[in-house]
């Protein structure tokens, strides 16, 4: 692969059903060790999106490419081993254990290692994630938040080029969220997210992509992106960049405004 060859490529993506326009002419490319957050309002056509990109929903129009080559000329089984999606519908089967279920990530490889080698692969990828205590425990006693460690432990053991999480934080509590993703960062993979929550984005992403109505606001980097212009009129919320008051960072925090000083003479300089 050309070193300039962006990892995956979207080129005028387009999604129709039922004569609604879902996803319209969306182009955008991500590069090997990007961590792209797609964001946007309920509705805004974040999961269509992702979908197109890992192949799971057939585009109406455009298309997309995986290391230079078109997205729909890869089987299931050619796009398995190359990505990982940990999607909010998976429904695994409550009575299997954690580690069965790590291990099915290795079903796109079966055939290329021994088996001992592909248990321990997996049981690597609970390690990292840390879940080895669970690792006989069954999915169906895991709680929401454990299960969704689970999801990405059988995404990890599954060693994708890239990795695709659809809201992987939506069970979990403040830190849990902020500690998941900061578990993705640290394995240094390729991935593509949608992210409901605006404060994780900054802390996580090295590109992001602002959807409103179906049609891309923005792709760019965290700051570019989440202009106070922009998110203002997409999320009606405010983005305030502060010192953080004890550590050496800056924090960028999302406040809905006060409608009463809103309409008071407050200028934007006061809290830019
Ligand atoms: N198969 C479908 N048929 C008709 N409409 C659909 C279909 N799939 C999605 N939609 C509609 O397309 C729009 C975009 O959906 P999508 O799930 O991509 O949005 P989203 O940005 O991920 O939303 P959310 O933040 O609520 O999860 C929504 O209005 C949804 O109802």
Known sequence: MDASQPLLEARELSATANGQCLVSAVSLSVAAGDRLAIIGPNGAGKTTLLRMLCGTLRPSAGDVRFSGRRLETFSAAERALHMAVVGQTDQPDPRLAVIDYVELGRVPHAGLRRRSEQRDIAVEALRRTGLLPLLGRTIGSLSGGERQRAQLARAVAQEPKILFLDEPTNHLDPRARSELLELVSQFGMTVVAVLHDLSLVTPFATRVAVMNE?????????????????????FGVDVLRLRHPTEDRELTVFDVPNRASSHSDLTKEQYS
């Open 214 to 234: 179906a049609r891309l606001q923005a792709f760019a980097g965290p700051r570019e992106a989440l202009t106070k212009q922009l998110i203002r009129q997409i």
